[in-house]
Structure formats: C-alpha cells, structure tokens
C-alpha cells in the first residue's frame, strides 16, 4: 500500500503563493502517475495537475501558467503563484498504482487527507 501525507495549505491573498507537498511512503516503486486534484464546496472534485513516472507534466487550463508540479524523491509538489480566490479548496493529493508483479495485477489509487488553501481578495 501506498499512504500520503499533505502539507502546506493555509491563508493567502490574491496574488500570494503557496506550495503544497505530498509525501509518499510505503510502496512508492509501483507509483505511475501522481495527481492533484481540488475541492470547493458545493462542487465535484476537479484534477488540477498530474506528474508520471517519467517526469511528464500536465495542467488544468484553469491553473495553467501558474501551478507547476514536480517531485523530489519521494514527495510530490504543487507550487501555486497568482493565487486567485477561485482556487480556495480543499486540496488532495492522489497517488495511481500499478503493482504488476502479483496476479492478477494490483491497481489502486490512493489518496492524502487533504489541505485547505483559502485565498482572500
């Protein structure tokens, strides 16, 4: 199994930055893509932003050209610069898992606890 930890939520103005960071433990080897996704109230969760094993990134045309995510070893970061007050949510980190060395394959997503961003205007 797969467990992620978040970090790096809080209160920020329009404008501001924050970085978010998901780290992974447990069976990270079997990790092919790892995602962002958010939640504001009264709406479905919306993916924000996706990194595959291979380092390939890929954006929400509403946070392109201001969120990058990238990695570092085991964690996963989302730096958001720009922050407008559409992006208060609840934030969470996804990890899809592939473990193709047991029969059948394992396939599974697994999911942080979530963080909160609040930006004000």
């Known amino acids: 199994q797969v467990q992620l930890v978040e970090s790096g939520g809080g209160l920020v103005q329009a404008g501001g930055s924050l970085r978010l960071s998901c780290a992974a433990s447990?069976?990270?080897?079997?990790?092919?893509?790892m995602s962002w996704y958010r939640q504001a109230p009264g709406k479905q969760r919306e993916l924000v932003a996706t990194?595959?094993?291979?380092?390939n990134t890929n954006y929400a045309d509403s946070v392109s050209g201001r969120f990058t995510i990238f990695r570092a070893k085991n964690t996963v970061y989302l730096q958001m610069n720009s922050l407008k007050p559409e992006d208060t949510a609840v934030y969470y980190c996804?990890?899809?898992?592939?473990?193709?060395?047991?029969?059948?394959?394992?396939?599974?997503?697994?999911w942080g606890q979530g963080t909160q961003v609040t930006v004000s205007s």
């Open positions: 996804n990890a899809h898992v592939f473990d193709g060395s047991r029969f059948p394959p394992s396939e599974y997503d697994s």
């Open positions: 447990g069976n990270i080897l079997n990790i092919n893509l």
């Open positions: 990194i595959t094993s291979s380092g």
